[in-house]
Structure formats: structure tokens, C-alpha cells
């Protein structure tokens, strides 16, 4: 177990709506990371946190959003969903930021747009 | 830019079988290099890590990996593979506030 709880699991939903996906950090983790996981892209990084600004972001739709809160939990959300948005979306965290930071995942959200 | 490049998509190996998944990585200083398994339905787990000193690092569940610059190299190996390593593994570069994975490698392991 990382520590890092997503919530929920699987998400279902049609073409059109807007989702939240929620992720909880390992405790005392301050920077957290969001990452679509598809199998045509890969891993791809989408937007990093660190003790609630925005550090680093990228390849993240204008349709995406997110945020972290002051309890350094964090919510991505996607809207105006479209087929192609389907993929398994993970969270992780660190202690802190920088490229020798591990990074800890949680189990990740499977969304599925019909 | 900082990439990785993993240049086996999938490898079968026998159960007892040594094995070595293969990484390159671009980067232009020092790198910081990872390893993670992903088992199905699961997140990635961080099989281990380099950032400078002993080229040969060692990791959880018996794997290691050797770092060489020379060839931009940072391959995986395990002596003797067990069926409980089937899953998906990813090298992975530091870069500035991320890492960037590679595109994974798909390990069957055969009784």
C-alpha cells in the first residue's frame, strides 16, 4: 500500500459531462501529480502541486483543471468529456519536488466515456 | 529534453530464468533514474532508484540495476524470475518537478 488513496475507482460516464477525481497524498507528502494512462500515449504527465500552487504542468487538455487544497488533498476535473479521455488516471505524491523525488502512486481512477 | 526510451515492448522469460529489461535514457547532466512495476489493476510501484554514487543499485523483490553512462543505460535484472513478476515495468528520468516514464515493458513469465 503507497499511502496515496484515489477516489473512485471506476468512473462511467457519457460524452459531455464533467467528472471529479479525487486524490489523497501519503501523509506528510506535500507535491502532488496527476497522470493519464492510456495505452496509444503511455504515461503521460499532466500537472504536478506543491503545498496547493501549481509547479509544473503538461500535457493537460484546456478541459482539464486542478486543484490542492490546504489539507493537501487534490481533485482533477474533467469536463466536456469526450471518447478519447478514456484511461486510467493515477495520483501520486512526494515528500518534495524536484527530479530525485519518488514518486508514490495510488491504484488509479478507470474512466470510461460512452 | 529529457526522455526515456524502453526498446522491448514485451519479453516472455521461464520461470527460474534470469532476466534484463533494458532503458535508455537523454539527459544531459547526471540523471536521476527509476524503476516501477505495475501489476494489473494496481498503481506503479518504485522497484528502485539512482541518483549518483554506486553505478550498481539494488531494489525490493531481488531486482537490481546498473547504471552506465557510457551507454546511457539503465537496465533492470533479476537472476531468477518468479511468476509473481509478470506485470508492466517502467524506467523513468527526473526532470524538473516530474519524471518521464517510458513506454514500458510487458513481462510474461512462462511455467
Known amino acids: 500500500d503507497s499511502g496515496v488513496t484515489q477516489t473512485p475507482k471506476h468512473l462511467i460516464t457519457a460524452t459531455g459531462q464533467r467528472v471529479t477525481l479525487r486524490c489523497s497524498p501519503r501523509?506528510?507528502?506535500?507535491?502532488v501529480y496527476w497522470y493519464q494512462q492510456s495505452l496509444d500515449q503511455g504515461l503521460q504527465f499532466l500537472i504536478q502541486?506543491?503545498?496547493?500552487?501549481?509547479?509544473a504542468k503538461g500535457n493537460i487538455l484546456e478541459r482539464f483543471s486542478a486543484q490542492q487544497f490546504p489539507d493537501l488533498h487534490s481533485e482533477l476535473n474533467l469536463s466536456s468529456l469526450e471518447l478519447g479521455d478514456s484511461a486510467l488516471y493515477f495520483c501520486?505524491?512526494?515528500?518534495?519536488?524536484?527530479?530525485?523525488?519518488?514518486?508514490?502512486f495510488g491504484n488509479g481512477t478507470r474512466l470510461t466515456v460512452t | 529534453a529529457q526522455s526515456v526510451t524502453q526498446p522491448d515492448i514485451h519479453i516472455t522469460v521461464s520461470e527460474g530464468a534470469s532476466l534484463e529489461l533494458r532503458c535508455n535514457y537523454s539527459?544531459?547532466?547526471?540523471?536521476?533514474l527509476f524503476w516501477y512495476v505495475q501489476s494489473p489493476g494496481q498503481g506503479l510501484q518504485l522497484l528502485l532508484k539512482?541518483?549518483?554514487?554506486?553505478?550498481l543499485v539494488q531494489g525490493i523483490k531481488g531486482f537490481e540495476a546498473e547504471f552506465k553512462r557510457s551507454q546511457s543505460s539503465f537496465n533492470l535484472r533479476k537472476p531468477s524470475v518468479h511468476w509473481s513478476d509478470a506485470a508492466e515495468y517502467f524506467c523513468?528520468?527526473?526532470?524538473?518537478?516530474?519524471?518521464?516514464f517510458g513506454t514500458g515493458t510487458l513481462l510474461a513469465v512462462q511455467p
Open positions: 501520486a505524491s512526494s515528500a518534495r519536488q524536484g527530479e530525485n523525488s519518488p514518486l508514490h
Open positions: 502541486y506543491y503545498n496547493g500552487e501549481e509547479r
Open positions: 539527459y544531459g547532466a547526471t540523471p536521476y
Open positions: 501523509s506528510g507528502d506535500l507535491s
Open positions: 523513468a528520468v527526473g526532470a524538473t518537478n516530474k519524471l518521464i
Open positions: 539512482y541518483f549518483s554514487g554506486d553505478t
